[in-house]
T-cell receptor, first 115, second 109 residues
Framework: DADVTQTPRNRITKTGKRIMLECSQTKGHDRMYWYRQDPGLGLRLIYYSFDVKDINKGEISDGYSVSRQAQAKFSLSLESAIPNQTALYFC??????????????FGSGTQLSVL | SQQGEEDPQALSIQEGENATMNCSYKTSINNLQWYRQNSGRGLVHLILIRSNEREKHSGRLRVTLDTSKKSSSLLITASRAADTASYFCAGSNAGKSTFGDGTTLTVKP
């Protein structure tokens, strides 16, 4: 099945470290997104990309950067991790060619803990 | 800030009963979607309703949308223990979706 794959599934790091979360998809979708989820809350948009040459900031982009290496790959970096970036991170994709292009397909998430 | 607020935050019912969750949103939207999340896992899309629609059905799901009140509801009929999960609404505009804080549904066997 076409899928959205996030690596790693879990990561523990220390304050000040640089860390990269990776996302790849085999769905052939053009749009990719990074969200974070804090306990008991909904998802907040960090960055999104509508194609390889398009990168946009979301609601909470400070402290994060992204790279769209190819249509199928979208990575999220924390340049200098801090404890309040501890959260569950989700990558998602959508297909602009369909009538329901806002329909999101999610990866399984990366649980990041910053100590 | 979050797009939507969901009500109730938590809901516990018996198997076979209906479950209703409500969502209010703040800004204009092209459509509104509902997603389901099993504990700690990725969200799964359930249903999408467009801004020019008032009601939509899919299996045991019924969604309504009132754009004048900026609100939506999700009804799950004849609930099952397997429906236990968190449910999120998301308002979409310009290709971006903004999520509410969710309703945690527990269906007791």
């Amino acid at each position: 099945d076409a899928d959205v794959t996030q690596t790693p599934r879990n990561r523990i790091t220390k304050t000040g470290k640089r860390i990269m979360l990776e996302c790849s998809q085999t769905k052939g979708h053009d749009r990719m997104y990074w969200y974070r989820q804090d306990p008991g809350l909904g998802l907040r948009l960090i960055y999104y990309s509508f194609d390889v040459k398009d990168i946009n900031k979301g609601e909470i982009s400070d402290g994060y950067s992204v790279s769209r290496q190819a249509q199928a790959k979208f990575s999220l970096s924390l340049e200098s991790a801090i404890p309040n970036q501890t959260a569950l991170y989700f990558c998602a994709t959508s297909d602009a060619r369909t009538g329901s292009h806002e329909k999101l397909f999610f990866g399984s998430g990366t649980q990041l803990s910053v100590l | 800030s979050q797009q939507g607020e969901e009500d109730p935050q938590a809901l516990s019912i018996q198997e076979g009963e209906n479950a209703t969750m409500n969502c209010s949103y703040k800004t204009s939207i092209n459509n509104l979607q509902w997603y389901r999340q099993n504990s700690g896992r990725g969200l799964v899309h359930l249903i999408l309703i467009r801004s020019n629609e008032r009601e939509k059905h899919s299996g045991r799901l019924r969604v309504t949308l009132d754009t004048s009140k900026k609100s939506s509801s999700l009804l799950i009929t004849a609930s099952r223990a397997a429906d236990t999960a968190s449910y999120f609404c998301a308002g979409s505009n310009a290709g971006k979706s903004t999520f509410g804080d969710g309703t945690t549904l527990t269906v007791k066997p």
